[in-house]
């Protein structure tokens, strides 16, 4: 029996084009000089493959993890058109066991179908996968994102803020937390003005 939240994304990007565009999530393209020194990258809930893809176009060798099997798919055909090769795996993060300190970055762009309990498994798994010094790099949308209405999930529990990432890194070392307000214009998922958090943060070395 598939899961009813899969079974949703999968009507989701059955849609045509690619509901979050095929360009990688802006604050993540801007991390690209933090990305130099790194060689391996996780790219957790990897939708389309738009994040994962551009991570390999980087030269990083990439796993990207994904529930959605129609969302896998277009990933595939993405990173074919692109000329790049990623490690495709098809799972769910509530159950998926998380590797350990084996990636220099753990990319999480907008996973916000998380309620609090599986997001604090999610953020213990991504910091179990990271290797000591590696970087993690969160974006999401805080509280204020429901009356913009322009993305995201409309249960406040999923939504981030600062104290709650600090919380999620504790041990961490952050490199950058920041709390604005930003149009985006990432397809048809994502288009308008947004609240925005994002997070830096590296593990102990």
Not at 6 to 24: L, S
Not at 87 to 103: G, H, I, K, Q
Request: hydrophobic letters at 45%; charged letters at 25%; one cysteine or more.
């Amino acid at each position: 029996m598939t899961d009813p939240g899969i079974e949703r994304w999968n009507e989701r990007f059955a849609q045509e084009g690619y509901v979050f565009g095929e360009q990688p999530n802006a604050f993540l393209a801007r991390q690209k000089e933090r990305l130099r020194g790194c060689r391996t990258a996780l790219s957790i809930a990897d939708g389309e493959g738009r994040n994962g893809v551009w991570l390999a176009e980087m030269g990083l060798a990439v796993t990207a993890v994904e529930g959605s099997p129609v969302g896998q798919e277009k990933a595939r055909q993405l990173a074919a058109r692109r000329g790049v090769a990623l490690d495709f795996v098809l799972a769910d993060l509530a159950v998926w066991e998380w590797p350990e300190r084996r990636f220099d970055a753990v990319v999480g762009i907008f996973f916000q179908f998380a309620g609090p309990a599986l997001r604090e498994r999610i953020f213990a798994g991504m910091r179990r996968a990271l290797k000591p010094g590696g970087l993690l790099i969160v974006e999401g949308y805080r509280p204020e994102q429901i009356a913009y209405g322009t993305g995201g999930p409309k249960v406040v529990e999923n939504l981030y803020t600062e104290p709650m990432l600090r919380e999620a890194c504790a041990g961490m070392s952050i490199e950058l937390l920041e709390t604005y307000d930003a149009v985006i214009d990432e397809g048809s998922g994502h288009h308008g003005m947004s609240a925005l958090i994002d997070l830096v943060a590296r593990a102990p070395a």
